[in-house]
Antibody, heavy 125, light 108 residues
Framework: QVTLKESGPVLVKPRETLTLTCTVSGFSLNSRTGVSWIRQTPGKALEWLAHIFANDEKSYNTSLRSRLTISTDISGSQVVLTMTNVDPLDTATYYC??????????????????WGQGTLVTVSS | DIQMTQSPSSLSASIGDRVTITCRASQIIASYLNWYQQKPGKAPKLLIFAASHLQSGVPSRFSGSGSGTDFTLTISRLQPEDFATYYCQQSYTISALTFGGGTKVEIK
């Protein structure tokens, strides 16, 4: 059974660094299966933040790239996202999700097929 | 980044109705389009990937179509458990994945 679970602080002060951990089970990262972080603001918009596959292949949201770092632990069972210099606009529910690859006719499509329950992070002084 | 525009932003429908939600991409994305359903307080759930492929376990009343820039999610006969918010998401650019703004389906 595939599961993902987010953990991290509920409240963070402006300008601090936010560290979130996604603990996964039931699958392993490889070249076609990875883990993404996605957030949802109180207004309900969904925003992809970053993802990581095996062999340390990573991608970041262009507008947040300078503030984000994604990594895995050596076992691959935890994926960590750090966000520096947080702002109240970073208040959101943060989800981790498994990202899978669908290959057909020479093209590769990526989708999020399993999600964690999400963790609400509030940025406030 | 590729912008995804959903319409309508909300709709009211009755049990048994046929419901259609549209998603338009700001550039051609072939069939790199996925659909999700989200219920209040829950994480999104994958319904459709690659524009028209039904995810395992999803009822067959859900279907997706389209390619290029225009896509549609159809619920053939709306059920009580289908009242939720639906999001499209493009994966044309693996390093810049984006979602639509959502369509809330409410009870009439």
């Amino acid at each position: 059974q595939v599961t993902l679970k987010e953990s991290g602080p509920v409240l963070v002060k402006p300008r601090e660094t936010l560290t979130l951990t996604c603990t996964v089970s039931g699958f392993s990262l490889n070249s076609r299966t990875g883990v993404s972080w996605i957030r949802q603001t109180p207004g309900k918009a969904l925003e992809w933040l970053a993802h990581i596959f095996a062999n340390d292949e990573k991608s970041y949201n262009t507008s947040l790239r300078s503030r984000l770092t994604i990594s895995t632990d050596i076992s691959g069972s935890q994926v960590v996202l750090t966000m520096t210099n947080v702002d109240p606009l970073d208040t959101a529910t943060y989800y981790c999700a498994r990202i899978e690859t669908y290959a057909s006719g020479g093209y590769y499509l990526y989708y999020f097929d399993n999600w964690g329950q999400g963790t609400l992070v509030t940025v406030s002084s | 980044d590729i912008q995804m525009t959903q319409s309508p932003s909300s709709l009211s429908a009755s049990i048994g109705d046929r419901v259609t939600i549209t998603c338009r991409a700001s550039q051609i994305i072939a069939s790199y389009l996925n659909w999700y359903q989200q219920k209040p307080g829950k994480a999104p759930k994958l319904l459709i990937f690659a524009a028209s492929h039904l995810q395992s376990g999803v009822p067959s009343r859900f279907s997706g179509s389209g390619s290029g820039t225009d896509f549609t999610l159809t619920i053939s006969r709306l059920q009580p458990e289908d009242f939720a918010t639906y999001y499209c998401q493009q994966s044309y650019t693996i390093s810049a994945l984006t979602f639509g703004g959502g369509t809330k389906v409410e009870i009439k």
